[in-house]
T-cell receptor, first 115, second 112 residues
Framework: DQQVKQNSPSLSVQEGRISILNCDYTNSMFDYFLWYKKYPAEGPTFLISISSIKDKNEDGRFTVFLNKSAKHLSLHIVPSQPGDSAVYFCAASALGGTSYGKLTFGQGTILTVHP | DVKVTQSSRYLVKRTGEKVFLECVQDMDHENMFWYRQDPGLGLRLIYFSYDVKMKEKGDIPEGYSVSREKKERFSLILESASTNQTSMYLC???????????FGPGTRLTVT
């Protein structure tokens, strides 16, 4: 049972354009969501997060939107750069900081940004 | 700077061997995790630990065990390696009360 789903295995975008990566979840207990970025031969690195009490969080070129009623979140990258090419993982946790920090990850989306 | 290290980047083992994967963090984090990453399946949690000598099963613990004798070190053990355990193994840690995890570089394990 995949509780966090990223239905697009890959996404190709032109440099300078917007990249939109999507993530859906099924567990209503999830209340904190994170995006990680992973380059080949490296571990994932934290990118941005959002709490369920918010519907938007912005950090530079990266914005995460949360739609709780639809159980959907998205990551927007504007403008996209070739260095953004990586695998992006969506992750979710339940009960905030009382769950020992356990995260449930999606399958990942491979983003390719063409110069 | 936050640092999670894993004992090997690449490892090749034979079927039936006992395999040890070591992970060390220098951030004094309470929580530590072992994941495996497979194409199309994302990161799947094998085991985690929230304190020394404490361990909890994740989503796919079968065929694995763990050991946490010291706060900074979390070991993953494959009791009898099988070819379906060929994968990328990632270790992570996080402080108590926070969900952001810090990952090591990963160990690419091949079982032949």
């Amino acid at each position: 049972d995949q509780q966090v789903k990223q239905n697009s295995p890959s996404l190709s975008v032109q440099e300078g354009r917007i990249s939109i990566l999507n993530c859906d979840y099924t567990n209503s207990m999830f209340d904190y969501f994170l995006w990680y970025k992973k380059y080949p031969a490296e571990g994932p690195t934290f990118l941005i997060s959002i709490s369920s009490i918010k519907d938007k969080n912005e950090d530079g070129r990266f914005t995460v939107f949360l739609n709780k009623s639809a159980k959907h979140l998205s990551l927007h990258i504007v403008p996209s750069q070739p260095g953004d090419s990586a695998v992006y993982f969506c992750a979710a946790s339940a009960l905030g900081g009382t769950s020992y920090g356990k995260l449930t990850f999606g399958q990942g989306t491979i983003l390719t940004v063409h110069p | 700077d936050v640092k999670v290290t894993q004992s090997s980047r690449y490892l090749v083992k034979r079927t039936g061997e006992k395999v040890f994967l070591e992970c060390v963090q220098d951030m004094d984090h309470e929580n530590m995790f072992w994941y495996r990453q497979d194409p199309g399946l994302g990161l799947r949690l094998i085991y985690f630990s929230y304190d020394v000598k404490m361990k909890e099963k994740g989503d796919i613990p079968e065929g694995y065990s763990v050991s946490r004798e010291k706060k900074e070190r979390f070991s993953l053990i494959l009791e009898s390696a099988s070819t379906n355990q060929t994968s990328m193994y990632l270790c992570a840690s996080s402080p108590a009360g926070l969900d952001e995890q810090y990952f090591g570089p990963g160990t690419r394990l091949t079982v032949t």
